[in-house]
């Protein structure tokens, strides 16, 4: 079946601007999760929903970050007023349900360039 | 607090020749332990996971790890590297008392030559 999609693939945007990354997760995937990763960095967590919770925020780096998850499925990263440092690519993974064992399958990320 | 380390940036290897790539993890208590191998501009995709029982868990491709909970290790093996093994692997871990996140190690860059 499908896997975890993510668009765009490739954004160049100027600082200051505004910005939106989509992510499709895998249909019946109640848990999803976006990820940043930088360059020479590891995966760092930003935030995580799972069905009709108050969503994990924890990882956001600032306000300027926020997400939302429209009817349990596709859900939408915002980035306000980008700056330099926002540059990298955004990782969006799925799990099957709410539980530490399960694998997170992930998408192919959207790499963000802000100049 | 769950942390992980991949001490090495990098690793190379004869193609045939057996490989490793290391990983040690921290947390309060009990792990869950993942192995991710993300080629050039492609996502992550997943390999193996450690969640309990045998310590040794076979994972795609041919990798395996071995879960070692005295030193806190969970490093990576295959018996016989490829070329086409080349890649940028990720160790992972989730505590299974502090939620649903994915902590990742900062990846070592496999190069297996001819």
């Known amino acids: 079946g499908a896997g975890v999609s993510q668009s765009p693939s490739n954004k160049v945007t100027e600082k200051g601007k505004d910005v939106e990354l989509r992510c499709d997760p895998i249909?019946?995937?109640?848990?999803l999760y976006w990820y940043r990763q930088s360059l020479g960095q590891g995966l760092e967590f930003l935030i995580y929903?799972?069905?009709?919770?108050?969503?994990?925020k924890s990882g956001l780096p600032s306000d300027r970050f926020s997400a939302e998850r429209t009817g349990g499925s596709v859900s939408t990263l915002t980035i306000q007023r980008t700056q330099q440092e926002d540059s990298a690519v955004y990782l969006c993974?799925?799990?099957?349900?709410?539980?530490?064992?399960?694998?997170?399958?992930f998408g192919p990320g959207t790499r963000l360039l802000v100049l | 607090a769950q942390s992980v380390a991949q001490p090495e940036d990098q690793v190379n290897v004869a193609e045939g020749n057996p490989l490793t790539v290391k990983c040690t993890y921290s947390?309060?208590?009990?792990?869950?332990l993942f192995w991710y191998v993300q080629y050039p501009n492609r996502g992550l995709q997943f390999l193996l996971k450690?969640?309990?029982?045998?310590?040794l868990v076979k994972g795609s491709y041919g990798f395996e790890a071995e879960f070692n909970k005295s030193q806190t290790s969970f490093h990576l093996k295959k018996p016989s590297a490829l070329v086409s093994d080349s890649a940028l692997y990720f160790c992972?871990?989730?505590?299974?008392?502090?939620?649903?996140?994915?902590?990742f190690g900062t990846g070592t860059q496999l190069k297996v030559e001819l």
């Open positions: 993974a799925s799990s099957s349900f709410n539980g530490a064992r399960e694998t997170q399958y």
């Open positions: 249909s019946g995937h109640t848990a």
């Open positions: 929903f799972q069905g009709n919770s108050a969503p994990d």
């Open positions: 947390v309060s208590g009990n792990p869950y």
């Open positions: 450690y969640i309990t029982g045998d310590n």
């Open positions: 992972a871990v989730r505590d299974t008392g502090g939620g649903n996140k994915l902590t």
